[in-house]
């Protein structure tokens, strides 16, 4: 067994709408736990010291945890060319791309989990929101409501098309945040 194996468990999440049950080799199940039935990933998420993901939109509750993050992510290019995505994934991703077990192997093992990119992840999708939810529905919500004074709200109607591509989806919210600022 590799020497970064050897003081550690790993606990497996399948996600919800996958069918397969994962089979755990007896010589394995005192190291390899498989958690599917768990409902909630937050749960896990706090008692997990490495986050090892593909594809999943995991990453971004366990970015805010600030832990280190591995994509394990062996078939990218099929991927991307099946299905893309909103973002380019290599750029995107807050952790090292690894293609294979040996490489995931070596990463753990040199411990190069590229933590500096962690944090211009979550402020980028976070911003300044963190730890101000509650400030947030009162200015942007209640407040509003209060200072309405009864009037009626305006209605404005506007015809979108659907977007043609995920490229275009995400070029629309960026143009309507530049718009908003």
Known sequence: MNSCMKSMYSFFK??????NKLDIPYEFADFFYD???YRE?????????LLITDYSSVCFEYAL???????????????IQDRDFYYNYFDFIPGPLVKSTEELLKTIDNKDFEMEKIKPFVQYFFGDTLGQASKNVVDELIIP?????????????????????????????IAEQEEQS
């Open 41 to 49: 990933i937050n749960d896990l998420l706090l008692i997990t010291d």
């Open 145 to 173: 409501s209060l200072e309405d004074d009864g009037k009626e709200e305006k209605e404005t109607k506007i015809r979108l098309s659907p977007p043609t591509s995920r490229i275009e989806l995400f070029e629309r919210s």
């Open 14 to 19: 399948i996600h919800p709408f996958v069918q």
């Open 65 to 79: 945890l600030n832990k280190p993050m591995l994509f394990f992510a062996y078939d990218v290019e099929k991927y």
């Open 35 to 37: 958690l599917s039935d």
